[in-house]
């Protein structure tokens, strides 16, 4: 029999070779902070490493067998010791409850729990509050693999809390990635600012945010867009003292955006905020990704008006 790695999981990338170190040292941190755009990715290294702490068939250490019943229940997604909580796209209240209710469960002896939750990116320093004091005092056995596509906007307290890896796709990419990460997101809100300021037409902005980044496919740069949309809202609403300001986000655009004519009336911006949430499902489900986008910038469009 052949026992699996870490790598074998994603491929060789900053991530698999600083928990495959950690697993064979046995000094894994109690909470990870996995950056990465991709999402599949995140969640195949976080298999990988419920696999490895709870494997019960042949293996050394920081591999596992992939063939046991706790392997298999893992790949099922019926184990006790993983459990995936949020989805990535908006942030949802109730996702950190059971997550932190999840992760203060003691684990059987010799057993590793691995509580993931996607989309820190978008907690609000309430839910950062709220799961904050379980990182801090973890309860033996447990190990948070909180994952981000963007680590500009995850909160500082939970960052400074989380061992921070990368998982990238292309392997040549260690330090660049995350710093290209954030060139894309300043250079597709700087299409919003001037689609917003009508010096970008619909057509001209839609199709620059399809193709951000030649790299990945349409329907990743729309997500990508329909982020980027939801962080422009926010710094509009930043920007104009209807949201507190957050330290570590500061757009280099707000000064900007303090000036576009926007009618934020909280009836109308709420649920075009929920709207985005939709929209990144849609385009997740396969509805024609330049139809969501353009939808939703027209309808950013029509804030900037009083009608
Ligand atoms: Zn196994």
Redesign the pocket.
């Known amino acids: 029999m052949s026992?699996k790695r870490i790598e074998d999981a994603i491929g060789p990338c900053a991530a698999t070779r600083c928990i495959e170190a950690a697993l064979v040292s046995g000094k894994l941190s109690h909470a990870y902070l996995v950056l990465g755009r991709d999402d599949g990715a995140k969640l195949a290294l976080a298999t990988a490493l419920a696999?490895a702490g709870?494997?019960?068939?042949?293996?050394l250490p920081g591999q596992?067998?992939?063939?046991?019943?706790?392997?298999?229940q893992i790949q099922a997604g019926g184990s006790p010791n993983m459990r995936v909580f949020g989805d990535g796209t908006k942030l949802d209240i109730n996702a950190v409850d059971q997550f932190i209710a999840y992760a203060c469960i003691k684990t059987a002896p010799g057993s590793l729990r691995l509580s993931v939750f996607r989309g820190v990116d978008f907690f609000t320093d309430v839910a950062a509050d709220r799961v904050l004091s379980t990182l801090e005092e973890p309860v033996a056995g447990n190990v948070f693999l909180l994952l981000s596509r963007n680590s500009r906007r995850v909160l500082p307290t939970i960052r400074s809390r989380a061992q921070v890896v990368k998982v990238e796709s292309d392997a040549g990419a260690d330090a660049g990635q995350t710093g290209r990460q954030q060139q894309d997101e300043d250079a597709a809100l700087d299409i919003l600012l001037n689609y917003a300021k009508a010096n970008l037409s619909l057509g001209d902005a839609s199709g620059r945010l399809l193709r951000m980044d030649a790299a990945v496919s349409r329907r990743e740069n729309a997500m990508e867009a329909l982020r980027s949309i939801a962080v422009f809202m926010e710094g509009v609403l930043r920007a104009r003292g209807k949201l507190p300001p957050l330290a570590h986000v500061s757009l280099d655009i707000e000064p900007e955006l303090a000036r576009v004519n926007f009618v934020l009336d909280d009836s109308r911006v709420i649920p075009f905020l929920d709207r985005l949430g939709d929209r990144v499902q849609h385009v997740e489900q396969n509805v024609n990704a330049e139809l969501v986008v353009t939808n939703a910038l027209l309808e950013l469009r029509r804030m900037t008006t009083d009608e």
Do not use: F, P, V
């Open positions: 026992a696999k709870n494997c019960t068939g042949e293996h596992y067998c992939d063939a046991c019943a706790s392997c298999r």
